[in-house]
């Protein structure tokens, strides 16, 4: 557990959160600040800051969180017509928390621009 980490505080049950769905190594809960209809973030229960820092051990964890986001999915109801999923590395990439996690996405159409370029 990092001190300063609100995933962290999160799983340690200092924040409150409603978990939409758990593994045994991940919890996924919605987002506080939406993008989208549904907004479901991914957690593993490990800390690790990004996906840039996961090594090959790794490999079982990134499957868990993939695997959770798609039974998310499934319980939001947003399977069948699609949705996005998400993982932002780094201040350029736009993470904001440290802690690796995955953006679930759904609930209207999203649109294919992915970069701002103003």
């Known amino acids: 557990m990092s001190d300063n980490c609100i995933f962290c505080k999160i799983l340690a049950k200092e924040i409150p959160s409603a978990i939409i769905?758990?593994?045994?190594?991940?919890?996924?809960?919605?987002?506080?600040?939406?993008?989208?209809?549904?907004?479901?973030?991914v957690i593993p229960r490990r800390h690790i800051a990004s996906l840039h820092d996961t090594e090959p051990a790794d490999r079982d964890l990134l499957g868990e969180l993939l695997e959770l986001a798609r039974k998310c999915?499934?319980?939001?109801?947003?399977?069948?017509?699609?949705?996005?999923?998400?993982?932002?590395?780094?201040?350029?990439?736009?993470q904001?928390?440290?802690?690796?996690?995955?953006?679930?996405?759904?609930?209207k159409k999203l649109g294919a621009k992915l970069i701002n370029n103003g």
Do not use: M, W
């Open 96 to 107: 904001g928390v440290f802690h690796l996690h995955i953006h679930v996405l759904g609930g």
């Open 21 to 41: 769905a758990e593994s045994s190594n991940c919890i996924a809960i919605d987002d506080k600040f939406p993008q989208a209809p549904v907004h479901i973030l």
């Open 73 to 94: 999915s499934e319980i939001k109801g947003i399977a069948e017509k699609g949705y996005r999923v998400i993982t932002n590395i780094g201040v350029d990439g736009g």
